[in-house]
């Protein structure tokens, strides 16, 4: 909904043209235009393509789907006291927050003012291939907070402890001796891992795959079967 105008959010920037930047809003695609966006160095336009910016909302023409955003007024807009903010978090809280963009390593989301970071390791406890397959950009979620650091304003998010931890009954249900049946999820030099459960994956070791020796691994599991 981008129809309250100077509402804040985030922005995929598309690419650059004459006069400024496309951008893409929940599959809205606008426009910034060049004197809207404030630069903090000398490099042009292209710098911002192919990442995300947090802007305000100018205008939306509903007749012409169309949807001007400004960076500028975020400037404007008269600035929060960070240090008061984050000695309101504490850790063990869980708190809601929106995501503002995601990186190979995690993703950064805004807490009401302070921005902290869910690390890629912290995302789930599965294996995690890239953060966009469990968050989107401007999306409201829950998180839990791993920890604060006051004095370099940084805040170390979670996501993954906001759900039962599979590790927890593993010994119990997953006995030594016992005979299990799982899917083959992956396949690599050194053996093939096996999904037991939804957040739960086994190592099958080369040398546990056949009393034979074996070259490859492929020539014996795929993924896809079901072992």
Sequence with gaps: DVSKERETVSVNVVSKVQGGLVVDYLSI??????????????????????????????????????????????????????SK????????????????????FGVFVDLGGVEGLIHISELSWSRVNHPTDFVKVGETINVFVLGVDKENKKVSLGLKQLQPDPWVEVSTNYAIGTVVEGEITRVVQFGAFIKLEDR???????????????????DVLKVGDKV
């Design 29 to 82: 695609k606008g426009f910034i235009p060049a004197s809207q966006i404030i630069r903090e160095n000398q490099d042009g336009l292209d710098q911002y393509v192919g990442g995300t910016m947090d802007v305000g909302i100018l205008q939306v023409d509903r007749r012409r789907k169309k949807v001007i955003f400004s960076n500028k007024v975020l400037k404007m807009k008269p600035k929060q006291d960070i």
């Design 200 to 218: 739960l994956e086994g190592l099958i070791h080369i040398s546990e795959i056949s009393k034979e020796r074996i070259e490859k691994v492929e």
């Design 85 to 104: 903010l984050i000695s309101q978090i504490e850790v063990g809280q869980t708190r809601e927050g929106r995501v503002t963009s995601i990186k190979d």
